[in-house]
């Protein structure tokens, strides 16, 4: 069972930057993908990117020139850089990983708190 651990949330005031990661417990050597979805209250969770195996990389329209997601294999782990950072980036940030070689499953962090307030 892989475990996924975030950290870098916080507080930040409009037009901020904050740097989340994810650290996995294993290899992400094998992972499809790996990315992050946020919830703000109310809503759904919903998609804000992800990096392929490949190394290609894709961006929710909302973040696309503010958000970057990286990855360091060697160290098992993926970052996203948020930059300009507005009120509605307001959520819970989740990391996620999809597996699909061999038996396909998904991973799923516990979450870490962004809030952007003045």
């Known amino acids: 069972q892989v475990q996924l651990v975030e950290s870098g949330g916080g507080l930040v005031q409009p037009g901020g930057s904050l740097q989340l990661s994810c650290a996995a417990s294993g290899s992400i050597v094998d992972f499809y993908a790996m990315g992050w979805y946020r919830q703000a209250p109310g809503k759904r969770r919903e998609f804000v990117a992800a990096?392929?195996?490949?190394?290609?990389?894709n961006y929710v329209d909302s973040v696309k020139g503010r958000f970057t997601i990286s990855r360091d294999t060697a160290k098992n782990t993926i970052t996203m850089e948020m930059t300009n950072l507005e009120q509605d980036d307001t959520a819970v940030y989740y990391c996620?990983?999809?597996?699909?070689?061999?038996?396909?499953?998904?991973?799923w962090g516990q979450g870490t708190q962004v809030t952007v307030s003045s």
């Open positions: 996620n990983a999809e597996k699909r070689i061999g038996t396909p499953a998904e991973y």
């Open positions: 990096i392929l195996s490949t190394g290609r990389t």
